[in-house]
Nanobody, 126 residues
Framework: QVQLVESGGGLAQAGGSLRLSCAAS????????MGWFRQAPGKEREFVSA????????FYADSVKGRFTISRANAKNTVYLQMNSLKPEDTAVYYC???????????????????WGQGTQVTVSS
């Protein structure tokens, strides 16, 4: 089981930026795809972004495309989510997730990811 620890959440004003980090334990980080999801109060967990093991492929939800950027540093066992032009509707708990069964991004459904972090709160004020 891999352990994932998110950091970097907090309070931002609309139009501002935050960068989330997710540190993974273990030696095989470079062999599996990673994703970011978010969950707002009263809503289901939703896909935000994902990146392949080699970082050659990235995917985004339409709601964040052009504003968020996912990246990873395999030497540091870390995946990042740079969030720019934040909106109040981006307010949610953000989770990173690992799909240890695949080097490529297989999909956007939470069930396709087998390991999850504890989440970090992002609050965007208007």
């Amino acid at each position: 089981q891999v352990q994932l620890v998110e950091s970097g959440g907090g309070l931002a004003q609309a139009g501002g930026s935050l960068r989330l980090s997710c540190a993974a334990s273990g030696r095989s980080f470079s062999t599996y795809a990673m994703g970011w999801f978010r969950q707002a109060p009263g809503k289901e967990r939703e896909f935000v972004s994902a990146i392949s093991a080699s970082a050659s492929s990235t995917f985004y939800a339409d709601s964040v495309k052009g504003r968020f950027t996912i990246s990873r540093a395999n030497a540091k066992n870390t995946v990042y989510l740079q969030m720019n032009s934040l909106k109040p509707e981006d307010t949610a708990v953000y989770y990173c997730a690992a799909d240890r069964t695949s080097r490529i991004v297989r999909g956007r459904a939470p069930y396709q990811y087998d390991s999850w972090g504890q989440g970090t709160q992002v609050t965007v004020s208007s």
